[in-house]
T-cell receptor, first 118, second 113 residues
Framework: NAGVTQTPKFQVLKTGQSMTLQCAQD?????MYWYRQDPGMGLRLIYY???????DKGEVPNGYNVSRLNKREFSLRLESAAPSQTSVYFC?????????????????FGPGTRLTVL | QKEVEQNSGPLSVPEGAIASLNCTYS??????FFWYRQYSGKSPELIMF????GDKEDGRFTAQLNKASQYVSLLIRDSQPSDSATYLC?????????????FGKGTRLHILP
C-alpha cells in the first residue's frame, strides 16, 4: 500500500515550457487535491476533485489545469510555466473519517514535487 | 476571504517542557479544526482533529478549541527533539468528506536538547 505517490520529485523548467505533474493513490479515496506550498505562505489549494469525472477550482487556479483520469489518478498541468509557479506541489487524497460519531475530512499527502521555473 | 493565522516562529522550547502553539481563524461558521505536523522537506501529516469546545487529548498532544474566541491551540507535553517540525493549523466550515480545508502558514517549533 503505497498511499499517495507523485512524479517527478524534482523538476526544473524554463519560462514558457509545459509539464504535467502526476499523482496516484491506492487507498480507493473519492476526493483528491492539488496544493502548492511557498515559503511563508502555507498550503494553498489549486484544484480539487470530489469524485471521478469532476473537478473544481480552489484558491489559486490560474495558470493550471487538471485532469481526473480515473479514481486513482489526478494530474496537474502547467501549460506555460512562469517563475511565479516555482513552488513545492503536494497532491492529497481524502476519506471520510469518524470520531465520537462525527465525520471529518482526513487528508493524506503525497511526498511532493519541487518545481523550479527559470 | 477566510483566514487562519499562526505565529510563524520559530518557537524554541527546552526538551521536556510544554510547547504551546496557537491559531486564530476568521470564519465564525467553522466547524472542524485540524493540526498537521510537517517535518522539513516532508509532507504534512494529520496529528489532531477537534470539533467541540474544550480539550482533546491524544498521548502527549492536547488540542484546545474556543469557538467564542475563534481560537485553537496545540499543547505538546514532555517535548522531544523529534517534535521539531512546522505545525500547520487548518480549519473547514463543514464536516463533509468533500469539504475544503484552509491552512495557516504554520509555526516552526524547535525543541532544544
Amino acid at each position: 500500500n503505497a498511499g499517495v505517490t507523485q512524479t517527478p520529485k524534482f523538476q526544473v523548467l524554463k519560462t514558457g515550457q509545459s509539464m504535467t505533474l502526476q499523482c496516484a493513490q491506492d487507498m480507493n479515496h473519492n476526493s483528491m487535491y492539488w496544493y502548492r506550498q511557498d515559503p511563508g505562505m502555507g498550503l494553498r489549494l489549486i484544484y480539487y476533485s470530489a469524485s471521478e469525472g469532476t473537478t473544481d477550482k480552489g484558491e489559486v487556479p490560474n495558470g493550471y489545469n487538471v485532469s481526473r483520469l480515473n479514481k486513482r489518478e489526478f494530474s496537474l498541468r502547467l501549460e506555460s510555466a512562469a517563475p511565479s509557479q516555482t513552488s513545492v506541489y503536494f497532491c492529497a487524497s481524502s476519506e471520510e473519517a469518524r470520531t465520537s460519531g462525527r465525520s471529518y475530512n482526513e487528508q493524506f499527502f503525497g511526498p511532493g514535487t519541487r518545481l523550479t521555473v527559470l | 476571504q477566510k483566514e487562519v493565522e499562526q505565529n510563524s516562529g520559530p518557537l524554541s522550547v527546552p526538551e521536556g517542557a510544554i510547547a504551546s502553539l496557537n491559531c486564530t481563524y476568521s470564519d465564525r461558521g467553522s466547524q472542524s479544526f485540524f493540526w498537521y505536523r510537517q517535518y522539513s522537506g516532508k509532507s504534512p501529516e494529520l496529528i489532531m482533529f477537534i470539533y467541540s469546545n474544550g480539550d482533546k487529548e491524544d498521548g502527549r498532544f492536547t488540542a484546545q478549541l474556543n469557538k467564542a474566541s475563534q481560537y485553537v491551540s496545540l499543547l505538546i507535553r514532555d517535548s522531544q527533539p523529534s517534535d521539531s517540525a512546522t505545525y500547520l493549523c487548518a480549519v473547514s466550515d463543514g464536516w463533509y468528506r468533500d469539504d475544503k480545508i484552509i491552512f495557516g502558514k504554520g509555526t516552526r517549533l524547535h525543541i532544544l536538547p
